[in-house]
């Protein structure tokens, strides 16, 4: 099993130029200890791969951690919300929208909120596009900040996982 302490020993290791002072082991040991070890490996890994000449910064770490982690599927998260849409119809004989029991992961239902269903439903798809890929990257930082600071887990982020449970249809009560 790793540890946080090991993989800042490891990332230290691979850039043997940078000054490696106690202090700085300090910070980048207190500044990455709320991600699962075995996380921050990957996230390591990552940044090791991308970077050549500096040390990278504890920002770009956690970045990485979470492009380990975080579900990509904007596309497929639109198409997937308009299709829900069609197949559902909307709205309940009172009015109020019929929310999906289950989304393909937790962007796509963060997404959902900043976009909101009935605009979903009642805009032009190039403003639907436009405004989709906005709503995905403020999703993805929302997200991504509670990931980081440990509020949600990976399990939390892939929520969809396994057989979709059927969205009410339309006339069901």
Known sequence: MTTTETQIRRLF???PEQ??????????????????????????????????????????????VWKSVAPDGELAGMKWAIRQLNRIGGYSANGAFIEPAQYPDAVTRETMRLVTWSELGRKSPDWVEKAWHERWKQASEILMKRFLSGEITVSELTLGAGEPQRPQIKGEN
């Open 19 to 64: 000054r490696k002072t106690p202090e700085a082991v300090a910070v980048y040991t207190e500044r990455l200890a709320m991600i699962d070890p075995d996380l921050l490996a990957k996230g390591i890994d990552i940044v090791l791969d991308e970077t050549t000449d500096f040390m990278p910064r504890i920002g770009s770490i956690k970045q990485a």
């Open 13 to 15: 290791a691979a850039f």
